[in-house]
Each structure stands twice: as C-alpha cells, then as structure tokens.
C-alpha cells in the first residue's frame, strides 16, 4: 500500500535529481541527546548536503522557555528562517545525521508556522552517504526571503490541553518513547525527571515506524503498528515523547497514512514528569 501524503517524504533519488532546482532549499536540521555529545553545527560544517543550510532547534525556539527547544514565537520564526534565505514559495527539504529523527521536528515546526510545501529526506545524510552522493563544507551564504507565519495552533498541543484531556478522554495520547521509559524500568535521560508515563497514554514507540536503515516504514506496516498498540485512526489523537522531537517521527508516518491533523505535546514528558502535580503511572 502506497502513502495517501507521499510528498512529505522524498527520497534521495529524487534530492539528487533536484539538488540545483532554484526553489527546492535544503536543510539540515540534525540534532544530538547531550549525552550523545555530538554537535549538530559542527558536523554540519564539516559536511552537508550541497547548499544545504543548518536549522538549530535550540536556537530558533523560545528562549524564555526553561524546557528545551519549545516552539518560538511566529515572529522569532519567521525572523530566523528568513536569515536562512528560507521564505514563501520555497519547497523545503530536512535532512538530519542520522536517518529521519530531528528532521521530522523541523518539517513539523514548518508546518505549525504555515509553510506546507515542506518534506523529510526518506534515510538522511547517512543514506545520502552509503550511496556515494556529493557532500560539501562550503560556507552557505543565503539570501534572505520574505517568510510569512501563519500559526496552525491545530498542530501543538500545551500542558494545560493535555491535562485537561486525562479527565475527558476526548484526544488518545500516543507516547512514542520506549517501552521501558513508558513503564518506568528505564531511567530517563533527562536529569531529574520521573519515570512513568500519563494515565491512559497508549505507547507506540517512533523505533516502530523506522526500517534499520533509519527510512520511514511502508503505510501498510505504519497502519499494523498502530493497530498492534491499540491506536483507532477514526479517534484524534497527539504524539509525545522526551522532549518534543522523536514524537514528530510518528507524526510524520500518521501524515503520510492520511492523518494530517495529528498534534505534538511540545513539551512532552520533560514538561509533564517535571511537573510535581502531573498524574503518573508505571
């Protein structure tokens, strides 16, 4: 079975085959647990994809925020992707380092700002790599283009709305960390945070909707996964997960199946569990 959304995730026949197209602009927007202590720029200056300019969610998030890379405001936005000379009638491409994962945050981030035309490079800079394509560590020096925000607030789901949930019921809460964080037997990479999860979250780790070779999954295996974990597409639905990043994995396999209104708790467990008064279970 085929994707009914195929054009968010395109593959890297397809990336090479436009990699010179005046309004395809390519992005890599890798990004590393601190424990990895691997830095995203610095490899990104080593070698990226030719033209590709680096997105930081670290720096284009909301800096009054003590939570790690909540979403900015849509100006901060729109200021910062323009420095990139990312704008309005662009077709944005995000790869990351390792597969599909923090580039999935970035095509989210878009899309909640309004900037549809946005896809995932299927497999990433490492299976851009593993075929033997062009790589650079050319200084990228874009011109700024006029990005206009509109905020999809449908897409972002906040504490409050998720709280508010656990009694209602109304929206299933789909938390794709691990089984063993979800159950509390394994301890959280965030400092100080409680193990657990919320009451009535369904746990479908992002690891499910990723092949070995960290590319999406098929729509038929996606649609399995989902109905393994207990997951009903007719019902809504959010994605969570540490920090608000792998969870735009799950949203990205749910938007490529149809389901294209499927919200991210920004804040995720490090919001939740940081939380004393928040509800947990193990």
């Not at 878009?110 to 497999?123: C, T």
């Not at 929206?171 to 089984?179: C, G, L, P, Y």
């Amino acid at each position: 079975m085929s994707y009914e959304n195929p054009e968010a995730l395109v593959s890297t026949d397809w990336l090479a085959a436009h990699l010179n197209a005046p309004d395809v602009h390519i992005v890599d927007g890798s990004w590393h647990m601190p424990a990895a202590k691997r830095d995203g720029r610095a490899e990104y200056e080593a070698q990226h994809i030719p033209g590709a300019v680096f997105f930081d969610i670290d720096d284009i998030a909301d800096p009054a925020s003590q939570l790690p890379h909540m979403l900015p405001s849509p100006e901060t936005f729109a200021a910062k992707v323009r420095g990139l000379g990312l704008g309005d009638g662009n077709r944005v491409v995000v790869y990351d380092t390792t597969g599909v994962s923090a580039a999935a945050r970035v095509w989210w981030m878009f899309r909640v700002f309004g900037h549809d035309d946005v896809a995932v490079l299927d497999g990433g800079l490492a299976k851009w790599l593993a075929e033997g394509r062009p790589v650079s560590d050319d200084r990228v020096r874009p011109q700024a283009r006029q990005f206009t925000a509109r905020v999809n607030t449908f897409l972002v789901r906040d504490y409050q709305q998720v709280r508010a949930n656990i009694d209602r019921g109304r929206e299933q809460f789909i938390d794709t960390r691990s089984a063993g964080r979800f159950a509390g037997t394994e301890p959280e990479p965030w400092p100080g945070l409680r193990g657990g999860h919320a009451p009535g979250a369904i746990n479908l780790p992002y690891t499910d909707f990723l092949n070995r070779d960290k590319t999406m999954v098929p729509a038929d295996t996606i649609r399995a996964r989902l109905s393994d974990a207990g997951v009903d597409l007719a019902k809504p639905m959010f994605t969570s997960c540490g920090s608000g990043v792998t969870a735009c994995i799950v949203t990205l396999g749910l938007y490529l199946i149809g389901k294209t209104d499927v919200p991210v708790f920004d804040g995720s467990w490090t919001e939740w569990a940081g939380n004393p008064d928040s509800p947990i279970e193990s």
